[in-house]
T-cell receptor, first 111, second 114 residues
């Protein structure tokens, strides 16, 4: 069974203080790893898809990386508007269509 | 309208009521999904539709009944729900369900069962 563990559960940063969020996964044949951002009371917003180890993607202050066992979401010089819950999800190469999500990391960036 | 829309945004219903949630996607996608999001739990996949055919039922109780009349519309019919069914219900769509394409989510329906 696919498993996704995100850490830490919550992270509080000062504006401009860079850090990383971790997503450890166990799947049978990774088809894709997805990062989403979710604001309170809203649906998840797609950020990145990573397909193979060594792949990296960037968007503004965010950079996602992937190894065979984990993915990191690096946040450089965060701003208060980056505060949200960040979700990681994986899709294995099995026959079902299930996307397995982690519980998320709640990021708070203080001004 | 753009993206994925859901109505209503909030719903309060008694345990004996019958109600329906509606989802519409304006992205030209072929796959649609229902998810349940409860506090402190990961998103739980409920149903998957591909070209309006149900391809996955993730052991969901029969009091939840999905309907997909076409690739753009998805409904979740609710009846005789339990208080533990209170949650945020999210609809999503993707180009296909293969897992290679990202899913786009709607804003959700906040359901409270009294």
């Amino acid at each position: 069974e696919d498993q996704v563990t995100q850490s830490p559960e919550a992270l509080r940063l000062q504006e401009g203080e860079s850090s990383s969020l971790n997503c450890s996964y166990t799947v049978s044949g990774l088809r894709g790893l997805f990062w989403y951002r979710q604001d309170p009371g809203k649906g998840p917003e797609f950020l990145f898809t990573l397909y193979s180890a060594g792949e990296e993607k960037e968007k503004e202050r965010l950079k996602a990386t992937l190894t065979k066992k984990e993915s990191f979401l690096h946040i450089t010089a965060p701003k208060p508007e980056d505060s949200a819950t960040y979700l990681c999800a994986v899709r294995s190469g099995g026959s079902n269509y299930k996307l397995t999500f982690g519980k998320g990391t709640l990021l708070t960036v203080n001004p | 309208e753009t993206g994925v829309t859901q109505t209503p945004r909030h719903l309060v219903m008694g345990m004996t009521n019958k109600k329906s949630l509606k989802c519409e996607q304006h992205l030209g996608h072929n796959a649609m999904y229902w998810y349940k999001q409860s506090a402190k739990k990961p998103l739980e996949l409920m149903f998957v539709y591909n070209f309006k055919e149900q391809t996955e039922n993730n052991s969901v109780p029969s009091r939840f009944s999905p309907e997909c009349p076409n690739s753009s519309h998805l409904f979740l019919h609710l009846h005789t729900l339990q208080p533990e069914d209170s949650a945020l219900y999210l609809c999503a769509s993707s180009q296909d369900p293969s897992g290679y394409y990202e899913q786009y989510f709607g804003p959700g329906t906040r359901l409270t069962v009294t």
